[in-house]
């Protein structure tokens, strides 16, 4: 029999484990509450989806340009002007298979095997666990509720020797917080003048709860507004509400677009062409206006968790800036964050997601509860939490 290659040894995501057990307990009980899946509960915006009948009559679906249809790095490129007052064409974007594509691209185009990759713990695994699948040494920083648990420069001149990337996530995923707009400024002037590549996922910009500086309340900021050398990674599947439809881009520095090309055309020749021609409808007033009012139901939610875990003796949580999610310490309840979630889940039908999967270190203290739900769900799980 062929061996495996050591390659695929690294980490799974352990919160599938979470899902297959709610799937098991939904069959068995059909009373799940999951608050662990860190994806919205609505479908695509309503003009995303007349757009895609509309092309069901209208278009071949054969293979796209590599880098995507122009109609829609152009939209993407009108996006990011619109947001963020950065001078952007379509020619600088790059449309990937979700932004999970964009990181495997990104990685294999900027990174050699041996190469040192710094992110943040705690973090989003699939960073660590891509990078050691493709031969690249991961280097973690411990960063805790001091710096909002995101990277500073301060932590950047203690490393040993310059990196060749820096992975920044603003908001971040678990910890939902964000870089202060004048530290990711720093972060990236950092990193041009050590030749390292900065990599800034913006997956979660436009859910945002920040009231700015002024409240102690840092607002999201794009990378490209300080370094056009850096990459900035985004997706239409958080803000978008678009996961399953495996959309992502970037906005590259013009020395990666053919080395990126070179790549993707090979491996994938190009993104999934149905949701390309779709998702030109995502960035127009009308989505715009649907998905906005999901980002004020998240509030709502947001509001009730914050409110609501403290009465039950949860009270250290991360400031829950952006994304969609609240993370919890939860050190006084448990050592073993896989079975506290397991018990509860059998005890109560509410899933969360164990912090393992994000941090390596401290991880069985914690957890992760995503409020992209129904408000009544989130009413309903504090409840049964009670
Ligand atoms: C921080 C972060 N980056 C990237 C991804 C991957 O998203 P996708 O491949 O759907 O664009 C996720 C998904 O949860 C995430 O949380």
């Not at 993707?264 to 062409?273: E, L, Q």
């Not at 949580?317 to 964050?337: N, Q």
């Amino acid at each position: 029999m062929h061996a495996e290659s050591k390659r695929s040894g690294i980490e799974p995501f352990h919160v599938m484990d979470v899902w297959k057990a709610a799937a098991q307990r939904r069959r068995t009980h059909g009373d799940v509450l999951s608050l662990a899946a860190g994806q919205p509960s609505t479908p695509a915006p309503a003009p995303v989806l007349a757009a895609m009948r509309d092309a069901l009559d209208s278009e071949l679906f054969g293979y796209t340009e590599t880098l995507g249809i122009l109609e829609l790095r152009e939209e993407i490129a009108r996006y990011h002007r619109a947001e963020s007052g950065i001078d952007v064409d379509a020619e600088d974007v790059v449309v990937t298979t979700g932004s999970s594509g964009a990181f495997t691209l990104l990685f294999l185009a900027a990174f050699d095997v041996g190469d040192t990759v710094v992110v943040a713990r705690p973090g989003y695994p699939a960073y660590r666990n891509t990078l050691a699948a493709l031969g690249c040494e991961v280097v973690e920083l411990d960063c805790g509720p001091q710096t909002r648990y995101q990277p500073t420069v301060a932590m950047l001149d203690a490393l040993e020797r310059p990196p060749a990337g820096l992975i920044v996530a603003s908001p971040a995923n678990p910890t939902g917080t964000v870089i202060d707009p004048d530290e990711l400024a720093a972060l990236a002037r950092w990193c041009d003048d050590h030749g390292t590549l900065l990599v800034s996922d913006e997956i979660y910009h436009g859910i945002e709860f920040g009231r700015g500086a002024e409240f102690g309340e840092p607002r999201t900021s794009c990378a490209w507004q300080t370094s056009r050398q850096s990459v900035v990674v985004g997706s239409v599947s958080k803000y978008f509400s678009m996961t399953g439809w495996r959309l992502g881009w970037m906005l590259v520095p013009e020395h990666l677009t053919r080395p990126l090309q070179r790549l993707a055309s090979n491996m994938t020749v190009c993104p999934p062409s149905v949701s390309q021609y779709a998702a030109v409808a995502a960035f127009g007033e009308e989505s715009r206006a649907e998905l906005d009012a999901h980002v004020e139901r998240y509030a709502a939610n947001r509001a009730l968790l914050l409110e609501g875990l403290p009465q039950l003796g949860i009270t250290k949580l991360a400031p829950a800036d952006g994304a969609f999610y609240v993370y919890a310490d939860i050190a006084h309840l448990t050592d073993d964050s896989v079975r506290w979630c397991a018990d509860l889940l059998t005890r109560t039908g509410v899933a969360l997601a164990p912090g393992i999967d994000f941090d390596t270190a401290r991880g069985n203290h914690t957890v992760r509860l995503s409020f992209a739900g129904a408000t009544d769900d989130i009413v309903q799980a504090l409840d049964r939490l009670s």
